[in-house]
Nanobody, 132 residues
Framework: HVQLVESGGGSVQAGGSLRLSCAAP????????MGWFRQAPGKQREGVGG???????TYAEASKGRFTISQDNAKNTLYLQMNSLKPEDAAMYYC???????????????????????????WGQGTQVTVS
């Protein structure tokens, strides 16, 4: 069983930065797609961006140029660096992962921001980001 654990959320002023971390202490298949979703009150959960085992990243339009997803494979940790934060970025941020077939993992990541949350079997508990 893979349990993802997010950390790094908090409260910042508009224009500030935060770095979220997602630790995956369990085993995820070598073919994987991991990424970040967010959900603001009253809104649907939306994809922020994802990364595959080769480090190829995909971002939502709202994230491009401000957010950077990276990974430390030695630490089994995923990161989301968020710069120039805006009030509309305030949300609960969730880490999600898929591990399995190489084709599915690559396709999931390429289409990350359009994918359903049901495509990802592993989730963290979420970390809150507040921007004022």
């Amino acid at each position: 069983h893979v349990q993802l654990v997010e950390s790094g959320g908090g409260s910042v002023q508009a224009g500030g930065s935060l770095r979220l971390s997602c630790a995956a202490p369990g085993y995820i298949d070598s073919n994987y797609c991991m990424g970040w979703f967010r959900q603001a009150p009253g809104k649907q959960r939306e994809g922020v961006g994802g990364i595959d085992r080769d480090g190829i990243t995909t971002y939502a339009e709202a994230s491009k140029g401000r957010f950077t997803i990276s990974q430390d494979n030695a630490k089994n940790t995923l990161y989301l660096q968020m710069n120039s934060l805006k009030p509309e970025d305030a949300a609960m941020y969730y880490c999600a992962a898929y591990g399995g077939g190489a084709y599915v993992a690559r396709t999931l990541c390429l289409d990350f921001v359009t994918r359903s949350t049901e495509d990802f079997p592993y989730w963290g508990q979420g970390t809150q980001v507040t921007v004022s």
